[in-house]
């Protein structure tokens, strides 16, 4: 049985103001908590049922982290999730330092984006098409809200998030050439574009698109073209079709 | 104010036994009714708020359905979002006969969605890709689920969704020769691939992928290039990039 005081420390992991004080976040589900562990992050604690503990002793013993015993009902009541019968985990946030594209590169960059469903799609969708940094605007919602990482699906460990004023990043690179594409509604079709070597993807806010602040530092509108009538795609499904035409030779 | 009996219908629409019952579903927020109000969907009911029935008078006026005010809080307990301060709107459901691809076209064809979620999703990307009809398998979560109607974003007015067995309806084209694309871990990359200009593109169940029922009838079968380390990609996200690579010339 869970412990009062370990109780409350994890429902509290559940607000970013904790999270940032604490310098941890949350972890929660079989899948997540195996490709955690398989990670190079740094465990705190790990809680998991009897079962988990048992089909999992080898990768949770070795590893210097505290490891405690609780039912599914506690699991569901310390985190987030409606059902969680395996674990959850503990884990230590990462600082992580200004993110530039590297000669050959492409980070993604998000402008905006609110809902931590979206944010965790992207940050799956970005370890897809294998994307190791995005940078993320002030305002887009908290990295390491349990359903970023939930959404996420485990690509928050191979996928680093870097949170600075999109400005400010831009202006640090006014020096060099370099390609910035952003999703418009009046870009050039993306299905015609070549893609440079190195660059950065620009998304845009689920209702407003990209803003004004950054729109200037955007030097290839791109637009997905439409053949139907629907009147917008959701940000995530924006990302991906995005990154595929990246991808394509 | 709602009458007993009003709300009592309105919320019976939530379950699928009571829209097959009825043969009407729910359509709920401002968005989604205004567009339902520019289909050829014959309307019953629309329950308003005073606001929303002052500034779309001239819609809701002349059409020959009743018209029912109410309180935002009202409009909540009757339907299924977590706000809405505008109107919600019962509909008809329509019967759609056998959807084969017609000459030039392609149709979508949906083997064991079940979270209404992605089939919305999936019914507003078909809507932007101009596919206008889908089929759907027994299996596959109700179209009229109003967590379906709501994240199709209105698209549900341009698509049409009919619901049969996969395999009677592929036996029943088996004289012409036709081209049936599906997903696969293991099919040819979907970046080479030269799309037929008749066909269908079958997407599967979110953990199983497309059955073998069903697999029997895929002529050719497509892979999402991976270029990272995610292990899959939402069922609603595979759809848009291989109807992006379908529309690409």
Known sequence: MLSKNILKYLTSLQQKKYRQEYG????????SVLELLASDFEVEMVVATDKFYKENT????????????ATPDELVRAGTLQSND??????????????????????????DIRDPGNL?????????????????????????????????????TRVQGFYTDLGAYFEGHLASEVSVYGTFLEGKNIHQITFAKTGYIVMGNESNGIGSEVEKFVTDKVTIPRFGEAESLNVGIATAIVLDNWRRK
């Open 58 to 69: 080898r990768s949770l013993e070795k590893q210097p982290f505290r490891v405690e015993i």
């Open 120 to 156: 965790g799609t992207m940050i799956r969708i970005a370890d897809w098409y294998g994307i190791r940094k995005m940078v993320c605007s002030l305002t887009t919602t908290d990295w390491y809200n349990p359903k970023v990482v939930a959404a996420s699906k485990g690509s928050f």
């Open 86 to 111: 395996a674990a959850l985990a503990v884990v230590k946030t990462k600082s992580n330092d200004f993110l530039y594209a590297e000669e050959g590169e492409y980070v993604l960059v998000l402008d």
């Open 24 to 31: 941890a976040f949350l972890v929660e589900g079989a899948k």
